[in-house]
Each structure stands twice: as structure tokens, then as C-alpha cells.
């Protein structure tokens, strides 16, 4: 790693793991995006609409940058933001996680509350067109519209070019889609690359981008809630397959892979990472997997990793969690496998106990 003089000189180059494999040779890899400065995928696309919006004289020395955001990408912008001057206002509801939005804050990013206080709804439509009539009342300010700038797409090229330095092919490419922008653009540059994946996009249940019913959901940063509309960043030209995962399950996935491998991922990650797991076996042998992961864990520490909040939603799934377990179990990939004299006793027979509903809590010694 070279000397660096901007916290946006350590975007990308983010590590690939190895989550799964089955016995016909077909792997799982999680393009692990949390390795990014601000923890997230979204510092990618939050340069680039900035670099763009240099490049077209929309966003002058000193100028506003507005924004409507879930978290992630007004995390990016503030860094952004601080590194070059620019003022940035990031319009946010209550949804979002709270520790995200003190960071943006920490970073002199100023926050304007399009709910009151108490109403955790997300409230993506409000947000925008409150991001719209700011910028449009001011003249210096920059309103990024990440659902419709093609400068969020171009932001994860890099991934695809990241991705092809490490393995020879994806065969298929499944994520999370909010805004569309990581896989949209990643699967946009594997194809010019000559490498053209099967693209399977992955919304909460409730998101409305493939069909469907719309409803409420937890998972942050991804999909798209009822009333919103679909941006131009999700380009269903590139979309195979658009699959849908409860709440439930991705937090479910989320908590057994943290508990399984110590690797914290965030809850949009742990649907993309559901699907890929149940799917895995009815992929052509030897194929290629890839998910991005596009934020970690540590963000969730008072949603998905607290036991409370998650009861409290009905959320909580000790067979849902269990089930993920034995997946994870029976895709150990061989590099992974420690010899027996390593491993508990439980392990070895193949037998996982029961869900302990004690296990990873506090437990009071008198
Ligand atoms: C938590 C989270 N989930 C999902 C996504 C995918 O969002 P998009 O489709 O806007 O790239 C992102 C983007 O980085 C994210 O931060």
C-alpha cells in the first residue's frame, strides 16, 4: 500500500473472500466493500458524481452539494465534501442508522430532517424532492440525484476491474440493488471487459423495483419503498433475475455469518448473501459467484445485532439463523477446513445443537 495523502486515496482495492463452495466446484466470493474508507461501497460513486459534476462546472469552488440519503452515500459525500471545500447537506429521515448520520455530522456535513423525530419510516420520495427544492433555491448548490446521475454507475467500474484482476470470470452477479449503481455499473464494465455475467439484482420483500406488493422494510440502503420512484441507475436491459428476501432472512444470514466467521456484514449484504446460498447448488458446476458486500456489520449494531430491537419487530429467527448455519457448514470451502484437532467436538459429527437462545449473550455470574 503506497503513501497516500487523501482519505479518497484508500477507495477500492478491496478484498475478496472466499464465503462458500460446493462439491461441483462452484464459489461464492463477497467483494468485501466495507474495506473502503466510511465502510461502505457508496465512497465509490459519491467521488465520482463529484469528479462529474466538477468536469460539466455544475459544482464551483466552495459550492453545495445536496443530497437525499439513507446513510452511506452522505457518508461518502461528507469525506468528499471535506477534502475539497464544498458545503454538504445531506437530507435524511429517521430510518436511517443513527451512527451513520453522527458520522456524517462529525464530518461537517449538515443534516436536514425531512420526519419528525419518532417516525422511523423510510421516506425516500420526501427526502428527494426535499434535496430537489433546496438545490433549486439555491444557486451554488449541486444536487447529486444519485438515482438519476450515470456518474453513480461509472463509480463502481473500478469494481469490475478489481474483480477481473483476482479471478479469471464472474459467471454471475448478485446483489443488492437500491439506486441500481453497484451492480448496474459493476456489470456494465465486466461486460465491456468481454466478461458477461448473470446478473440477479436482490430487494428487500416490500421493495417494489421487481414487482410485486410494496410494504415497509428494515433493511437500509437497498431497495426501493412504495411511492418512490425507480431512478435510471437500475438498468433492467442488464437485470436477469430480480429476487426478493425478507428482513428476516438477510438478518438471519447476517447474524450466522458473523458468529460463524467473525466477519460483520451489513443486513442488505446478509439478503444477497441468503440468496446466494440457497442458490448455490442450482448453479452450473464450477461457476463463479460474486456478491458485493456493501457495507459491514459495525453499522448495525443497535438494528440487526441487538437482540431486543430485533424482537421488538419480530425479527428475530433462531431456525432462519440455524438454517443459514448448516448452509454455511456444507459450503465450507476446503481452504477453510482446519484439521479435526482444532475443531469442537459438535463440528466434527456434523451435528450444529440447537439454537441456544444464551449463546453470544451476557450472562450474569453471581
Ligand atoms: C447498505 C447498502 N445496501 C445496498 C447498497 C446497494 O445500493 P445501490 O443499488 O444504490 O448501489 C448499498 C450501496 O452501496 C449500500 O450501502
Request: proline share 6%; hydrophobic share 40%.
Amino acid at each position: 500500500m503506497p503513501l497516500v495523502t487523501r482519505v479518497t486515496d484508500l477507495i477500492g482495492r478491496t478484498p475478496l473472500f472466499e464465503l462458500a463452495a460446493t462439491a461441483t466446484g462452484t464459489r461464492l466470493l463477497l467483494k468485501l466493500e466495507q474495506f473502503n474508507p466510511t465502510g461502505a461501497a457508496k465512497i465509490r460513486m459519491a467521488r465520482e458524481m463529484v469528479r462529474d459534476a466538477e468536469e460539466r462546472g455544475l459544482l464551483k469552488d466552495g459550492g453545495h452539494i445536496i443530497e437525499s440519503t439513507s446513510g452511506n452515500t452522505g457518508l461518502g459525500l461528507a469525506v468528499v465534501a471535506a477534502e475539497r471545500g464544498y458545503r454538504f447537506t445531506a437530507v435524511v429521515d429517521h430510518h436511517a442508522c443513527k451512527d451513520k448520520l453522527r458520522a456524517m455530522q462529525a464530518m461537517g456535513a449538515e443534516l436536514v430532517f425531512v420526519a419528525d423525530a419518532g417516525d422511523d419510516n423510510l421516506a425516500t420520495s420526501a427526502r428527494e424532492d426535499h434535496a430537489e427544492s433546496m438545490a433549486a433555491a439555491r444557486p451554488d448548490a449541486y444536487f447529486t440525484e444519485q438515482h438519476n446521475n450515470d456518474a453513480n454507475a461509472v463509480g463502481y467500474y473500478a469494481v469490475a476491474e478489481e474483480l477481473l484482476e483476482e479471478v479469471e470470470r464472474v459467471d454471475i452477479l448478485l446483489s443488492a440493488v437500491g439506486t441500481g449503481g453497484s451492480l448496474f455499473g459493476t456489470a456494465t464494465r465486466l461486460r465491456q471487459l468481454g466478461c458477461v455475467p448473470h446478473v440477479i439484482g436482490v430487494e428487500p420483500v416490500g421493495s417494489i423495483a421487481f414487482g410485486g406488493p410494496g410494504g415497509p422494510y428494515w433493511q437500509s440502503g437497498t431497495g426501493t419503498p412504495p411511492g418512490a420512484t425507480i431512478g435510471t441507475a437500475v438498468d433492467y436491459s442488464l437485470l436477469d433475475e430480480g429476487v426478493k428476501v425478507s428482513d428476516a432472512a438477510a438478518f438471519a444470514t447476517a447474524r450466522a455469518v458473523a458468529r460463524q466467521l467473525g466477519l460483520m456484514i451489513g443486513g442488505s449484504a446478509g439478503g444477497s448473501v441468503h440468496a446466494a446460498l440457497t442458490r448455490l447448488e442450482d448453479f452450473p458446476p464450477g461457476s463463479t459467484v460474486v456478491t458485493i458486500v456493501c457495507d459491514g456489520g459495525e453499522k448495525y449494531l443497535d438494528t440487526v445485532f441487538d437482540d431486543e430491537w430485533m424482537a421488538a419487530r419480530d425479527l428475530l429467527d433462531p431456525g432462519l439463523e440455524h438454517e443459514v448455519h448448516q448452509m454455511l457448514d456444507r459450503y465450507t470451502p476446503p481452504a477453510r477446513r482446519q484439521p479435526p484437532s482444532h475443531r469442537a467436538p459438535a463440528e466434527l459429527s456434523g451435528h450444529r445443537p440447537e439454537p441456544d437462545h444464551l449463546a453470544g449473550q451476557m450472562v450474569q455470574v453471581p
